[in-house]
């Protein structure tokens, strides 16, 4: 059965602070990496990386994927209030497109 | 990316009753899907929307309860038949590429329903 897991599940941070979020995988005809932040209910498309070692950069935020570890983080330095939301890793097969999800990590950044 | 819009955006209805959410997108896509999203929870796919075809459904989720339409390229209908409390989600439409190709997902902006 496929299966994605993130971690922490939650972090609770200071404006300023640096933060690295984790995502495991284990599927079958991996595809791609999508990475995507909920603040109310619609999922915001961040990145989605298919190859291993190359990091995607996006102003503050940055993604890298390791297809050896079966894993990804995002980075978010000099966090802010608005960094606040539901982090979700979901991972695509070859197979099709239909994506499996992680639990997500909620990050709060404090003032 | 496509511009995806739903509707309604939330909905409160008694248990017994159903629900048909709309998802419309402003140009051809490829594929289309249907998430649920119970709370405290991570996003669930419910089916695939195929378009001229009966829909796909994922283990757990059945057409009689989840009725689903995709009646051209752009266009798609989730119904939730006889719903109860469990019932209460945000339901997501996404889309993947555009008509012929196939690109990474996107999402509605969804519809909160709550079942009393």
């Known amino acids: 059965e496929d299966k994605v897991v993130q971690s922490p599940l939650s972090l609770v941070v200071h404006e300023g602070d640096t933060v690295t979020l984790n995502c495991s995988y284990e599927v079958t005809n991996f595809r791609s990496l999508l990475w995507y932040k909920q603040e109310k209910k619609a999922p915001t498309f961040l990145f989605m990386l298919t190859s291993s070692g190359i990091e995607k950069k996006s102003g503050r935020l940055s993604s890298i994927l390791d297809k050896k570890e079966l894993s990804s983080i995002l980075n978010i330095t000099a966090t802010q209030t608005g960094d606040s939301a539901i982090y979700l890793c979901a991972v695509e097969k070859t197979s099709g497109s239909r994506l499996t999800f992680g639990e997500g990590t909620q990050l709060t950044v404090n003032p | 990316s496509a511009v995806i819009s739903q509707k309604p955006s939330r909905d409160i209805c008694q248990r017994g009753t159903s629900l048909t959410i709309q998802c419309q997108v402003d140009s051809q896509v490829t594929m289309m899907f249907w998430y649920r999203q119970q709370p405290g929870q991570s996003l669930t796919l419910i089916a695939t929307?195929?378009?001229?075809?009966?829909?796909?459904?994922e283990s757990g989720f059945v057409i009689d309860k989840f009725p689903i339409s995709r009646p051209n390229l752009t266009f798609s209908t989730l119904t939730v038949s006889n719903m109860s409390p469990e019932d209460s989600s945000i339901y997501l439409c996404?889309?993947?590429?555009?008509?012929?190709?196939?690109?990474?997902?996107?999402f509605g902006p969804g519809t909160r329903l709550t079942v009393l």
């Open positions: 929307a195929n378009q001229g075809s009966e829909a796909t459904y």
């Open positions: 996404s889309v993947d590429g555009t008509w012929p190709s196939t690109d990474t997902q996107y």
